[in-house]
């Protein structure tokens, strides 16, 4: 079993939609990113989170630290979110540079 | 501007060649990384560097080696004894554990 899981894989949704993308981990953590793949391969970072929420234009991060687990909305979904979304955790076992990546969810919005 | 470059963008290896992709940052950042990206699976660590002069294998740190002569600076070289380097290479950096900031990535390929 991977220690970062992400769902769904995939998914597509009308533009205006309101996106939920999902990472679950399986350690205990020191902080957990949401990072940003366009299809060129670049990525971008969006989030590091340690608790709570956070909030960057449409974008809204939460995690839930008892639970491990953590939450990416986009409200108002834009044809321009369509990227890989990925999760990844810096456990608190692993040192402070090491992180453990998800396999990322591959979001499509159509126009 | 400040932010991080690659090259070159794609790369061509014969079999039994060394190859070194560049990493250059201008963020003055200490930390820096190499990771390998696989169709469907999260990024793997090859190797850090927190320190000039300084670095530590990651995950996958067989076949590759790497220098850290300048804080700017953080190339890999792709050994002949990496057997199957065909893959997607990022490199990113960051200050002090914060975010990580990436590069937009060479693409690796053995003919």
């Known amino acids: 079993k991977n220690e970062v899981e992400q769902s769904p894989q995939n998914l597509t949704a009308q533009e205006g939609e309101f996106i939920t993308i999902n990472c679950s981990y399986s350690?205990?953590?020191?902080?957990l990113h949401w990072l940003q793949q366009h299809p060129g391969g670049g990525i971008v970072s969006l989030f590091m989170?340690?608790?709570g929420k956070k909030k960057h234009g449409r974008l809204i991060a939460t995690i839930n630290i008892q639970e491990k687990h953590s939450s990416l909305h986009i409200t108002a979904s834009h044809p321009r979110d369509s990227a890989v979304y990925i999760c990844?955790?810096?456990?608190?076992?692993?040192?402070?540079?090491?992180?453990?990546f998800g396999t990322g969810t591959r979001l499509t919005i159509i126009p | 501007d400040g932010g991080i470059t690659q090259s070159p963008k794609y790369l061509f290896r014969k079999e039994g060649q060394n190859v070194t992709l560049s990493c250059e940052q201008n963020?003055?950042?200490?930390?820096m990384y190499w990771y390998r990206q696989d169709p469907g699976q999260g990024l793997r660590l090859i190797y850090y560097?927190?320190?000039?002069?300084?670095?530590q294998k990651g995950d996958i740190a067989e076949g590759y080696s790497v220098s850290r002569e300048k804080k700017e600076s953080f190339p890999l070289t792709v050994t002949s004894a990496q057997k199957n380097p065909t893959a997607f290479y990022l490199c990113?950096?960051?200050?002090?554990?914060?975010?990580?900031?990436f590069g937009p990535g060479t693409r690796l390929t053995v003919l």
């Open positions: 963020l003055n950042h200490d930390a």
């Open positions: 990844a955790v810096r456990g608190t076992n692993f040192g402070n540079e090491k992180l453990t």
């Open positions: 560097s927190q320190i000039v002069n300084d670095f």
């Open positions: 990113a950096s960051s200050y002090r554990g914060q975010r990580r900031f």
């Open positions: 989170l340690s608790s």
């Open positions: 350690v205990g953590i020191s902080a």
